[in-house]
């Protein structure tokens, strides 16, 4: 089979995307066994090496474990859990000290680390700009952050704050933001979060994606655009998340308007 760029695939790539759709469409459940490399020889008509490189090329990408005189397994894991509705709760930060990725992934019983790989002074994107209601031209703090579960890359975070509230605060200049993170040095300025405005979309991730967040072949990414509004109603901040879909999932609880 030939790839877009006119080279041949080799055959351990493509006997690894059978099995990783037969993982992701249930043929292969969470728990089962692989069929053993002899039985994948016989089936794909492939040279055993082909055949174990496949599993290996699996392995990697975390779909399933190895087990030395078992054979290769599907992975048990469930998808990291975002809850839109009270990840960004005030008594939360307060009791655990934490951003709220960090208290959402460790409430999940894994553990959460965050590489901040840019911090820079930008104007403000268009869709910012909306958002926000700034005049365009204005700069704005761009804050690039990559987030791991179980040293897992599961989301790229870029988070927007205009200069007078990240001015004075590690907003400006820190990968550090100290107790509470983000949502505390907000706070701190004046703007307490009590609502928010999560716009959500799906799409498939570009090159640059794929390599930062290894996300395996046909995987789509989650678009979150999010936006903070205050206390007075004035929106404060926008960040927007790039998720991947195999290991994320979305849940959100809300009331609905009733009528007088």
């Known amino acids: 089979m030939a790839t877009s760029t006119g080279k041949t695939e080799p055959a351990s790539r493509r006997l690894a995307a059978q099995l990783r759709t037969a993982i992701e469409t249930g043929e292969l459940a969470p728990g089962d066994k692989l069929p053993s490399e002899r039985k994948l020889v016989e089936t794909h008509d492939v040279a055993r090496n082909t055949a174990r490189e496949a599993v290996r ?35 939360l930060r307060e009791r655990t000290g934490l951003s709220p990725f960090r208290a959402e992934v460790e409430a999940q019983g894994r553990v959460p680390s965050v590489n901040c790989t840019s911090i820079e002074q930008v104007p403000a994107p268009g869709f910012v700009v909306q958002r926000l209601g700034l005049v365009e031209g204005t700069h704005v ?15 790229i975070g870029v988070t927007y704050i205009p200069l007078p509230i990240a001015q004075g605060t590690p907003l400006l200049h820190s990968a550090n933001l100290g107790p509470g993170s983000l949502y505390a040095r907000f706070a701190e300025k ?39 509004i205050d206390q007075d109603r004035q929106p404060f901040e926008v960040t927007t998340f790039t998720m991947r879909a195999d290991v994320t999932g979305l849940d959100y609880t809300m009331p609905v308007e009733r009528s007088e």
Do not use: C, W
Not at 57 to 85: I, N, Q, Y
């Open 57 to 91: 090329l699996l392995a990697d990408e975390g779909l399933v474990t190895v087990e030395h005189g078992r054979g290769a397994f599907v992975r048990v894991k469930p998808k990291l859990m975002r809850f839109g509705s009270s990840r960004y709760s005030h008594k």
């Open 141 to 155: 703090v761009r804050r690039e952050n990559h987030y791991f579960a179980d040293d897992e890359a599961v989301q």
């Open 190 to 228: 004046g703007h307490e979060v009590v609502t928010i405005r999560e716009e959500i979309s799906a799409r498939m991730a570009t090159p640059s994606e794929v390599e930062q967040l290894m996300i395996p072949d046909g995987v789509p990414v989650i678009d979150v655009v999010h936006t903070s």
